[in-house]
């Protein structure tokens, strides 16, 4: 790792004796550690059948053919994997606040979740994609699944670097035709965006992905420490709003984040998208252990 | 409403740097934020909320011009006319005798502190180019502000003011104004007081418009008018008192009396309206040094006492062995004269047809006469002896005395000069080896003076009435000289107490160190002794002064001194409805001249509210920034 570690040791044992949940996507391509709905070749029994024309002879039950003298094919609880999808917001209003160290920016946070998730889903031999998106460009990593591209995953991680702008809309929409295999997909960001972001997220749901968004703020964001008369600069567009604040204007804006954050979470029960909003001064794990946990995208 | 200096106007052209300023500093602080997307939503909101949003985001500019506008008005000093009872040059005369105690006026308060509000209300109404000049009018009248149209110097000086226990030197105080007034064009003389201005009713006027501002409302009072002890002949001491009632109605009143300190009697009395009820009282006690009488309202009282001042009286026990001097005469006018106005003698004339009195005085003067039973016990003045005596025996008569000297050396004869003086004939004296020859001519002395057999004596060997002596200005000084050294006066002479304010004089024997005064409040006064007779000139509260003669740290005589009030102008409380001056009454005041009220001071205390008002603005933005700090803590994920 570049600079600090993302986690240490404690942590990932934690993270890897979870498992990511998809509750709706069942596309399984490749054998994985979960059970699978569908029969297929783990060592676990689940039945016999007849054994039809064109059956593998390899999976004939033998001893019972021996002592039956009648062909049975066994049939074994298929193990599948799970193709996750992580997406990171990499634009500049993540790397916020600039003052503040950079473990104490959203981006530090982010890339935290981000490792995490993905350690979980390597440990689980899922399928990870990961993508951190940004104007800049799209900075993918994976497909990978196993362990062995723990490696990798935390270097990447550990290189990535927010700056620009993102059009979320975009970068989700352009996932959702050219990424693989649906499954579950995780978007971290503050959800600044411009255009918004459900644009993108329909994308998703209608290619079949199971969609959980967790949107990172920093407590300047949810409470603005300005005051007097201001001139506003968008870090990500450059764009500007004078401003006076003072008392009356600082409820209005805290009403209105409230309202925002209110109205996304009401949108996304209604389509079925995990949704989780935190502020940075939480401690990151929880997010995992017990947020995600508690929507059931985690177990 | 006009303006005293309009020119302070210009001063509003301090507007231009401000909106300059005001505009430069409006380059709003550039703040970089993540995301302006609610920020826009926030705007949006609170400018369909607030169309004062606009206004609002002035508001400091407004309010920095309104203090502008208000600092620039109060300078430009604006004023409006008002009627006021003097103005131009304004001699105030401020009445602050002791009958300003009273507190008749309502709340209690003192017709001093009446008399202070109105002359602050005519500070207040002091015109541009108007001067005033303060006299505090009391015993000893006194310029507390020289003519000035400082406002300020004149509230103060004004409302330090204290009203004194003295009567008032209407005469003085008047002269005193009149001559700060002489280099005026025009000054107009303002008496603040309750009336009564004693002697200077009768001055001729003074150059310039005098106007009158009554204090007072009403004239119930009581007063001790007198309280004296009277030693009389054979031992005893008499009191007399008088308790003078100067209101309209009869009056209710304890009279106490206290013997060196001690309560000796407390009497009720009823004293008519406005009339004195003497009391006098023969049973004193023995040896008793100081009286103090007082004045209480009976609890059931139905007539006010406002005056408080004249309520307690002081009296000091006469002196023991005052000099009682008994003249034995055929009669002489002289004699008779320059003993009724020496100093600190009680002087007696006997009958020389009768027998000697049979109590002692302290001296005997013999004029032309010698007692047939004998010389008398006591100190002898013996003037043209017609006889030998056991002193001395008589020769024949010397005519024209000539050739006369005088001992020029000697205290006795200090200032006394004979050369004028001419003495038809004179007795020769003999036998007379106690005495010092002070002043001899050609055939014998003139003036023997000694102390023989434990008495002191003195032989004038003329009749006065054949020589020009008491017709020269010498012969008071010898009398003088002559009682001093039979009797030395006390070091403090003041048997009928003082009045308030009056010197005392103290002449302290040549052994003395220091004099030291205690005033009645316990404060003590060390007099340095670098004069024959000390003035001690601090008696400005009625009550028992004691002088303490000290010889180095030995106290050698000490004696109390009473000073008292007993000043019935005072007293007599009743305001007068209107002076007399220059044999002219002058009326109670209308306010006819024109006064300017200025109104600057409540320019300066709005811009003073508005640039508070500012500040509050100012600071409600800045601590947007910090003050909801904490509630980041409370925020979690949500």
């Given at each position: 790792?570049p600079?600090?570690?993302?986690?240490?040791?404690?942590?990932?044992?934690?993270l890897?004796?979870?498992m990511?949940?998809?509750?709706?996507?069942r596309?399984?391509?490749?054998?994985?550690e979960r059970r699978?709905?569908?029969?297929?070749?783990?060592?676990?029994?689940?039945?016999?059948?007849?054994y039809?024309?064109?059956?593998?002879?390899?999976r004939?039950?033998?001893?019972?053919?021996?002592?039956?003298?009648?062909?049975?094919?066994k049939?074994?609880?298929?193990?599948?994997?799970?193709?996750?999808?992580?997406?990171?917001?990499a634009?500049?209003?993540?790397?916020?606040?600039?003052?503040?160290?950079?473990?104490?920016?959203?981006f530090?946070?982010?890339?935290?979740?981000?490792?995490?998730?993905?350690?979980?889903?390597?440990?689980?031999?899922d399928?990870?994609?990961m993508?951190?998106?940004?104007?800049?460009?799209?900075?993918?990593?994976?497909?990978?699944?196993?362990?062995?591209?723990?490696?990798?995953m935390l270097?990447?991680?550990?290189?990535?670097?927010?700056?620009?702008?993102?059009?979320?809309?975009?970068?989700?929409?352009?996932?959702a035709?050219?990424g693989?295999?649906?499954?579950?997909?995780?978007?971290?960001?503050?959800?600044?965006?411009?255009?918004?972001?459900r644009?993108?997220?329909?994308?998703?749901?209608?290619?079949?992905?199971?969609?959980?968004?967790?949107?990172?703020?920093?407590?300047?964001?949810v409470d603005?420490p300005?005051?007097?008369?201001?001139?506003?600069v968008?870090?990500?567009?450059?764009?500007?709003?004078?401003?006076?604040?003072?008392?009356?204007?600082?409820e209005?804006?805290?009403?209105?984040?409230?309202?925002?954050?209110?109205?996304?979470?009401?949108?996304?029960?209604?389509?079925?998208?995990?949704?989780v909003?935190?502020?940075t001064?939480?401690?990151?794990?929880?997010?995992?252990?017990?947020?995600?946990?508690?929507?059931g995208a985690?177990? | 409403?006009?303006?005293?200096?309009?020119?302070?106007?210009?001063?509003?052209?301090?507007?231009?740097p401000?909106?300059?300023?005001?505009?430069?500093r409006?380059r709003?602080?550039?703040?970089t934020?993540?995301?302006?997307?609610?920020?826009?939503?926030?705007?949006?909101?609170?400018?369909?909320?607030?169309?004062?949003?606009?206004?609002?985001?002035?508001?400091?500019?407004l309010?920095?011009?309104?203090?502008?506008?208000?600092?620039?008005?109060?300078?430009?000093?604006?004023?409006?006319?008002?009627?006021?009872v003097?103005?131009?040059?304004i001699?105030?005369l401020?009445?602050?005798?002791?009958?300003?105690?009273?507190?008749?006026?309502?709340?209690?308060?003192?017709?001093?502190?009446?008399?202070?509000?109105?002359?602050?209300?005519?500070?207040?109404?002091?015109g541009?180019?108007?001067?005033?000049?303060?006299?505090l009018?009391?015993?000893?009248?006194?310029?507390?502000?020289?003519?000035?149209?400082?406002?300020a110097?004149?509230?103060?000086?004004?409302?330090?003011?204290?009203?004194s226990?003295?009567?008032a030197?209407?005469v003085?105080?008047?002269?005193?104004?009149?001559?700060?007034?002489?280099n005026?064009a025009?000054?107009s003389?303002?008496i603040?007081?309750?009336g009564?201005?004693?002697?200077?009713e009768?001055?001729?006027?003074?150059?310039?418009?005098?106007?009158?501002?009554?204090?007072?409302?009403?004239?119930?009072n009581?007063?001790?008018?007198?309280?004296?002890?009277?030693a009389?002949?054979?031992?005893n001491?008499?009191?007399f008192?008088?308790?003078?009632?100067?209101?309209?109605?009869?009056?209710?009143?304890?009279?106490?009396?206290?013997?060196?300190?001690?309560?000796?009697?407390?009497?009720?009395?009823?004293v008519?309206?406005?009339?004195?009820?003497?009391?006098?009282?023969?049973?004193?006690?023995d040896?008793?040094e100081?009286?103090q009488?007082?004045l209480?309202?009976?609890?059931?009282?139905?007539?006010?006492d406002?005056?408080?001042?004249?309520?307690?009286?002081?009296?000091?026990?006469?002196?023991a062995?005052?000099r009682?001097?008994?003249?034995?005469?055929?009669?002489?006018?002289f004699?008779?004269?320059?003993?009724?106005?020496?100093?600190?003698?009680?002087?007696f004339?006997?009958?020389?047809?009768?027998?000697?009195?049979?109590?002692?005085?302290?001296?005997?003067?013999?004029?032309?006469?010698?007692?047939?039973?004998?010389?008398p016990?006591?100190?002898?003045?013996?003037?043209?002896?017609?006889?030998?005596?056991?002193?001395?025996?008589?020769?024949?008569?010397?005519?024209?005395a000539?050739?006369?000297?005088?001992?020029?050396?000697?205290?006795?004869l200090?200032?006394?000069?004979?050369?004028?003086?001419?003495?038809?004939?004179?007795?020769?004296?003999?036998?007379?080896?106690?005495?010092?020859?002070?002043?001899?001519?050609?055939?014998?002395p003139l003036?023997?003076?000694?102390?023989?057999?434990?008495?002191?004596?003195?032989?004038?060997?003329?009749?006065?009435?054949?020589?020009?002596l008491?017709?020269?200005?010498?012969?008071?000084?010898?009398?003088?000289?002559?009682m001093?050294?039979?009797a030395?006066?006390?070091?403090?002479?003041?048997?009928?107490?003082?009045?308030?304010?009056?010197?005392?004089a103290?002449?302290?024997?040549?052994s003395?160190?220091t004099?030291?005064?205690?005033?009645?409040?316990?404060?003590?006064?060390?007099?340095?002794?670098?004069?024959?007779?000390?003035?001690?000139?601090?008696?400005?509260?009625?009550?028992?002064?004691?002088?303490?003669?000290?010889?180095?740290?030995t106290?050698?005589e000490?004696?109390?001194?009473?000073?008292?009030?007993?000043?019935p102008?005072?007293?007599?409380?009743a305001?007068?409805p209107?002076?007399?001056?220059g044999?002219q009454?002058?009326?109670?005041?209308?306010?006819?001249?024109?006064?300017?009220?200025?109104?600057?001071?409540?320019?300066?205390?709005?811009?003073?509210?508005?640039?508070?008002?500012?500040?509050y603005?100012?600071?409600?933005?800045m601590?947007?920034?910090?003050?909801?700090?904490p509630?980041?803590?409370r925020?979690?994920?949500?």
């Amino acid at each position: 790792m570049p600079d600090e570690r993302l986690f240490d040791e404690t942590t990932r044992r934690k993270l890897e004796q979870l498992m990511l949940v998809a509750t709706r996507v069942r596309a399984g391509a490749m054998k994985g550690e979960r059970r699978s709905v569908k029969r297929g070749t783990s060592i676990e029994f689940a039945d016999y059948r007849n054994y039809a024309r064109g059956d593998d002879l390899r999976r004939l039950d033998w001893n019972i053919y021996g002592r039956l003298d009648r062909p049975f094919i066994k049939l074994l609880e298929d193990e599948e994997d799970l193709a996750v999808h992580l997406i990171l917001d990499a634009s500049a209003s993540m790397d916020w606040p600039p003052d503040a160290d950079h473990n104490q920016r959203k981006f530090w946070y982010a890339r935290r979740l981000f490792a995490g998730l993905a350690a979980i889903s390597l440990a689980s031999s899922d399928r990870l994609a990961m993508l951190a998106t940004s104007l800049d460009g799209a900075q993918p990593f994976g497909p990978a699944r196993g362990r062995g591209h723990s490696l990798g995953m935390l270097r990447y991680v550990g290189g990535l670097a927010a700056g620009g702008a993102t059009d979320l809309n975009a970068a989700l929409k352009r996932y959702a035709l050219r990424g693989g295999r649906p499954g579950l997909c995780f978007v971290i960001s503050d959800l600044f965006t411009p255009g918004g972001f459900r644009d993108g997220v329909n994308a998703l749901l209608s290619r079949g992905y199971e969609v959980a968004i967790i949107q990172v703020l920093s407590p300047d964001e949810v409470d603005p420490p300005l005051g007097g008369d201001l001139r506003l600069v968008d870090v990500e567009t450059g764009q500007a709003q004078e401003v006076t604040i003072d008392g009356g204007l600082r409820e209005l804006y805290l009403k209105r984040l409230a309202a925002w954050r209110d109205d996304i979470r009401a949108d996304c029960l209604r389509r079925g998208i995990h949704f989780v909003s935190v502020t940075t001064d939480a401690p990151w794990e929880q997010v995992i252990l017990f947020h995600l946990r508690r929507l059931g995208a985690v177990k | 409403m006009a303006f005293l200096t309009p020119l302070a106007a210009l001063g509003l052209a301090l507007a231009v740097p401000i909106v300059l300023l005001y505009m430069l500093r409006l380059r709003r602080r550039e703040v970089t934020v993540s995301s302006l997307t609610l920020w826009q939503q926030v705007v949006q909101d609170s400018e369909a909320n607030t169309p004062w949003q606009r206004l609002r985001r002035n508001l400091l500019l407004l309010l920095q011009l309104l203090v502008l506008a208000l600092l620039v008005l109060a300078l430009m000093r604006p004023f409006v006319i008002v009627p006021a009872v003097s103005a131009g040059r304004i001699e105030l005369l401020l009445d602050a005798s002791a009958s300003m105690n009273a507190a008749d006026m309502p709340g209690g308060e003192t017709r001093f502190d009446e008399a202070k509000r109105q002359a602050l209300s005519m500070v207040d109404t002091l015109g541009q180019g108007d001067a005033m000049t303060v006299i505090l009018v009391t015993d000893v009248p006194e310029v507390i502000v020289p003519a000035t149209s400082d406002r300020a110097a004149l509230r103060a000086a004004i409302a330090a003011a204290q009203p004194s226990a003295a009567a008032a030197d209407w005469v003085a105080a008047l002269t005193l104004a009149a001559a700060d007034a002489q280099n005026a064009a025009q000054a107009s003389f303002v008496i603040v007081s309750d009336g009564g201005l004693g002697a200077a009713e009768g001055l001729p006027g003074i150059p310039g418009e005098v106007r009158y501002l009554p204090v007072g409302r009403a004239g119930d009072n009581l007063a001790i008018s007198a309280l004296a002890a009277r030693a009389l002949p054979g031992g005893n001491s008499q009191l007399f008192a008088q308790v003078t009632n100067y209101g309209t109605r009869a009056a209710e009143v304890i009279f106490d009396l206290r013997v060196d300190g001690r309560l000796f009697s407390a009497q009720r009395y009823t004293v008519p309206a406005g009339e004195s009820l003497p009391l006098v009282s023969a049973a004193l006690p023995d040896g008793f040094e100081t009286l103090q009488a007082g004045l209480t309202r009976p609890a059931d009282a139905q007539v006010p006492d406002y005056l408080a001042l004249d309520d307690a009286a002081w009296a000091v026990a006469p002196r023991a062995g005052a000099r009682r001097v008994l003249l034995l005469t055929a009669g002489n006018r002289f004699l008779e004269q320059i003993l009724r106005t020496l100093p600190g003698i009680q002087a007696f004339r006997g009958d020389i047809n009768r027998p000697l009195p049979a109590e002692p005085y302290d001296l005997y003067i013999l004029d032309g006469w010698l007692p047939p039973t004998g010389l008398p016990a006591g100190d002898l003045f013996i003037i043209n002896p017609p006889a030998s005596t056991p002193l001395f025996t008589l020769g024949p008569d010397s005519a024209a005395a000539a050739n006369i000297l005088t001992r020029r050396d000697d205290p006795r004869l200090a200032f006394v000069d004979f050369a004028d003086v001419n003495i038809l004939k004179f007795k020769t004296l003999t036998g007379a080896d106690w005495a010092d020859a002070l002043i001899t001519a050609d055939g014998g002395p003139l003036l023997l003076a000694g102390e023989t057999g434990g008495r002191q004596a003195a032989v004038l060997t003329f009749a006065l009435q054949e020589s020009d002596l008491p017709l020269q200005i010498t012969w008071p000084v010898l009398m003088a000289n002559l009682m001093e050294w039979f009797a030395p006066a006390a070091s403090v002479s003041a048997p009928d107490g003082l009045r308030v304010g009056e010197t005392l004089a103290i002449r302290p024997p040549p052994s003395a160190t220091t004099v030291r005064v205690t005033l009645p409040d316990g404060t003590a006064r060390s007099l340095p002794i670098d004069r024959e007779t000390l003035a001690f000139a601090e008696t400005g509260a009625p009550g028992l002064y004691r002088v303490d003669i000290l010889e180095g740290e030995t106290v050698i005589e000490t004696a109390p001194v009473a000073v008292n009030l007993f000043a019935p102008e005072e007293s007599a409380i009743a305001p007068r409805p209107a002076v007399t001056l220059g044999g002219q009454a002058v009326a109670p005041a209308e306010r006819d001249a024109v006064g300017q009220r200025e109104l600057w001071p409540w320019a300066a205390l709005a811009a003073l509210v508005v640039l508070l008002i500012e500040w509050y603005v100012y600071q409600r933005r800045m601590q947007a920034r910090t003050v909801f700090r904490p509630a980041l803590r409370r925020q979690g994920a949500r």
